[in-house]
C-alpha cells in the first residue's frame, strides 16, 4: 500500500472515531440536560405539590379533600395561608366543620372573607394552628396550648371528650405533616 494511502485511510479513520465519539459526548449531553431539567422541575413543585401514594397529604390536602371542610377551605384561601398549611411541621390544626361556621351569628364567614378583612381571619385562623402533633389523649395532659397567632387555647377534659379553646375534637386524621383535630366550633382568640 502506499504511504498516501496509508495516511488517507489513517485520517478517515480519525475522522470516523471523531464523528463517533462527538455523537456519543451530544447523547451524553442530552441526557444530562434531560436529567436536569427533571431534577429543576422537581424543585419548582416542593412538598406542596406531591400527589398519589407518595406520601401522606398534608394538613391543607386533608381539609381540601374533605366535603365537610369547604368553608375552612376558603377562608384559608382568602388569607392567603396555604403554604403555611404546607410546611414541613409538624402541625396540629383544629379544623372547624362547615357547621361549626354556620353556627357563627348571620353575616360573620361572609364578613371575614372580604378583601379587607383578610388579617383579621388570618388570625382567627392562625388560632386553629400549634406547632406538634399530639393525639387526642395526649392533648389531655396540657392545660393550653400555644397558638399560632401567639396567643393560647384552653384544653378541658370532659370525660372522654377534649376541648381546645371551648370545640370538641370529634374527629382526628393523621397527616404527612402533622395531625388535623376536626372540630365542632370555630376557636376565636381571647385576650389571655
Do not use: W
Not at 378583612?117 to 395532659?141: E, M, P, S
Not at 401567639?150 to 382526628?172: F, H, L, M, P, S
Amino acid at each position: 500500500m502506499k504511504p498516501s494511502n496509508l495516511k488517507f485511510l489513517i485520517g478517515l479513520f480519525a475522522l470516523t472515531l471523531t464523528l463517533f465519539s462527538c455523537k456519543n459526548e451530544s447523547s451524553d449531553t442530552k441526557v444530562s440536560d434531560t436529567e436536569a431539567r427533571s431534577t429543576a422541575t422537581s424543585k419548582e413543585q416542593g412538598q406542596a405539590f406531591i400527589e398519589g401514594d407518595v406520601s401522606k397529604p398534608n394538613v391543607l390536602q386533608i381539609a381540601m379533600n374533605s366535603p365537610d371542610h369547604t368553608t375552612l377551605v376558603a377562608a384559608v384561601q382568602a388569607a392567603d395561608l396555604e403554604n403555611a398549611l404546607v410546611n414541613a411541621g409538624p402541625l396540629m390544626v383544629f379544623a372547624p366543620t362547615n357547621e361549626a361556621f354556620e353556627a357563627l351569628p348571620a353575616g360573620t364567614v361572609e364578613d371575614l372573607l372580604k378583601p379587607e378583612n383578610r388579617q383579621k381571619l388570618a388570625t382567627i385562623l392562625k388560632h386553629h394552628v400549634t406547632a406538634g402533633n399530639y393525639d387526642k389523649d395526649f392533648l389531655k395532659n396540657f392545660k393550653k396550648l400555644g397558638q399560632a397567632d401567639d396567643t393560647n387555647a384552653t384544653v378541658e377534659v370532659k370525660g372522654d371528650d377534649v376541648y381546645v379553646g371551648g370545640a370538641k375534637i370529634i374527629a382526628t386524621v393523621k397527616a404527612g405533616n402533622g395531625i388535623v383535630h376536626v372540630v365542632d366550633k370555630v376557636i376565636l382568640p381571647t385576650a389571655n
